[in-house]
């Protein structure tokens, strides 16, 4: 039950940030509660590489399409905590012992933590919902930053 504190306050300050379009109160409140989050997640080191590879990937992205990078940047810190445990717990429940169901797993979870990222990339950033090809980019957005976290995690792991 513990293990389910660190997404639902990602989910909590995903939906404050979103609410109020990230007024600068509500996003230093949010900041000073990424601590709580890592402590609270079943993995730390697992969130925390996977901010630090995806968080640059989302803003180098949605800069070069002209959105505000900062906010997108900022927002996948919460974004991570939000799925990234969620995905940890179900890569680690017991029927996800053998290889071979590990692997559908990362497979299976890993597609759907991106279309999940992508629709709250979409769904949260106004920029995004602004831009001409928004749901696209949030698509492109969620595939690299997951595609270069996922590929140093299973390098990592061998």
């Not at 990362?106 to 933590?113: N, P, Q, S």
């Not at 949030?138 to 996922?150: E, Q, R, V």
Request: proline letters at 6%.
């Amino acid at each position: 039950m513990s293990a389910l504190l660190a997404p639902a306050l990602s989910g909590l300050m995903l939906s404050l940030l979103a609410a109020t379009n990230f007024r600068r109160p509500v996003l230093a409140a949010a900041l000073l509660a990424l601590p709580v989050i890592f402590w609270l997640a079943p993995s730390p080191t697992e969130l925390g590489l996977t901010v630090v590879v995806e968080a640059p990937v989302v803003t180098a992205i949605t800069a070069a399409f002209g959105l505000r990078a900062w906010r997108a940047g900022a927002f996948s810190l919460f974004v991570n905590g939000l799925t990234q445990p969620l995905l940890h717990l179900a890569l680690t429940a017991p029927w996800a012992t053998t290889l071979a169901s590990w692997r559908v797993g990362v497979a299976a979870g890993e597609t759907i933590v991106w279309l999940v990222e992508a629709a709250l990339y979409f769904a949260c950033l106004a920029d995004l919902r602004r831009a001409p090809a928004g749901f696209a980019t949030a698509l492109l957005t969620s595939f690299a930053a997951n595609a270069a976290s996922t590929g140093l995690g299973l390098a990592l792991s061998v």
